[in-house]
């Protein structure tokens, strides 16, 4: 009974050594608890803008085709130059379309003598029939020449009218203020009618930039146009790849009547003034649109305390017992060093803004300043 009560004595005592040990080893390895900075998540107003790529294009444009066929005998501008309404343009064959009128008018003046020396000889005639002093054949023969002599002069007017739109349309003018292009036919050029691109013109103050937003935005822009800001407002304003910022702001034209099937988006027009002439027709920029409601509130967070894996966000939310839980969130504008957070955290988180790169999903963490805002 002796020595089995001392073998029983001797076992629990090495297990307790062994534990003993153990518990030592554990706590030898252990690692200790990862040094942080935090920051309290909490809502707020913010002013940021929502970037929309867009193209330049101008409110008026025209492709300038001749209504007539002829050589070119004049060309009245520089290529790229600024035209004002009404100015000369392109020559076409004027002389001779010139030529054909006035032989066209001298036609007209013929027949209008001969109804003219008709219309006396009906006249005469119907006078000597009533005194029964000429044969009734006679009269009708003259009275028949009287309807053709008539139909002779509508005629001829007929032609005028058609050589005086055709001496019009061989030369152009410029139907609105803008800039041309470059010419696509030379001094000698055949042109043939309604077919021969002689060039473009398009209108370059203001400038129309058009985006397509989703459906969904549609309130929003509405609202916007109803209730505009002043002129001087940068509520909207644009740039280009973000190097260059145009120096002057929009304003909206008009919201398309309808949305695309397609691609379920509506296409917005702006209006910029281009008085500098920077924007040419084609540009590609990106619109910005001001968001500043003060009675939206946004959760934001410094964008330091952001993990990025796959293409997706996360962010380590500290909890009581001073451990770290990896968290999925969703982003939303970057306003300067901070960025909104639309999903995954709520007012009150406490998360980790330095030290991120050291921390793995359970680990434990010593924040120096926990819950206060760094």
Do not use: W
């Not at 390895?29 to 935090?38: D, G, R």
């Not at 070119?72 to 010139?98: A, R, W």
């Not at 009128?101 to 209008?112: D, E, F, G, S, T």
């Not at 955290?345 to 980790?352: A, N, S």
Request: charged share 20%.
């Amino acid at each position: 009974m002796n020595n089995s009560f001392r073998f029983i004595l001797v076992y629990v005592s090495g297990l307790l050594i062994l534990a003993s040990c153990t518990n030592k080893q554990q706590q030898q390895q252990a690692p200790p608890p990862v040094a942080v900075n935090t920051y309290q998540v909490q809502k707020g107003s913010a002013v940021y803008y929502d970037n929309y790529p867009a193209t330049v294009t101008a409110l008026n444009e025209i492709e300038l085709r001749a209504q007539v066929t002829g050589y070119v005998k004049g060309i009245f501008f520089n290529d790229g130059q600024h035209v004002s309404k009404g100015q000369k343009l392109y020559d076409i064959d004027h002389e001779t379309y010139q030529a054909a009128y006035n032989q066209a008018v001298a036609n007209m003046n013929v027949a209008l003598a001969n109804l003219d020396k008709a219309q006396q000889d009906a006249n005469r005639y119907t006078d000597l029939l009533k005194k029964d002093a000429i044969a009734r054949q006679v009269v009708d023969h003259a009275i028949t020449d009287l309807q053709a002599a008539k139909m002779q002069v509508a005629a001829s007017k007929a032609a005028v009218a058609r050589a005086e739109t055709d001496l019009k349309f061989s030369v152009l003018y410029a139907p609105f203020d803008g800039t041309i292009g470059v010419s696509q036919v030379k001094m000698g050029t055949l042109i043939s009618a309604n077919q021969t691109l002689l060039n473009t013109i398009s209108s370059d103050n203001p400038m129309a930039v058009d985006i397509a937003v989703d459906q969904s935005l549609i309130p929003r822009f509405t609202a916007l146009k109803a209730h505009p800001a002043p002129a001087s407002d940068s509520m909207f304003t644009m740039n280009f790849n973000d190097l260059y910022s145009y120096s002057l702001p929009g304003q909206i034209s008009f919201i398309d009547r309808a949305v695309d099937p397609q691609t379920s988006t509506i296409r917005i027009r702006f209006i910029f003034s281009n008085k500098d002439n920077m924007l040419k027709p084609g540009m590609s920029c990106n619109v910005r649109v001001k968001n500043n409601n003060p009675l939206q509130q946004f959760l934001l967070i410094p964008f330091k305390a952001v993990v990025e894996q796959m293409g997706e966000y996360f962010v380590f939310v500290v909890n009581v017992n001073q451990t770290v839980t990896e968290q999925k969130i969703t982003l939303g504008q970057r306003i300067n060093d901070k960025v909104v957070v639309r999903s995954g955290l709520k007012e009150g988180d406490i998360i980790v803004t330095d030290g991120v790169q050291k921390l793995r999903d359970g680990a434990k963490v010593q924040s120096v300043a926990p819950g206060l805002n760094k």
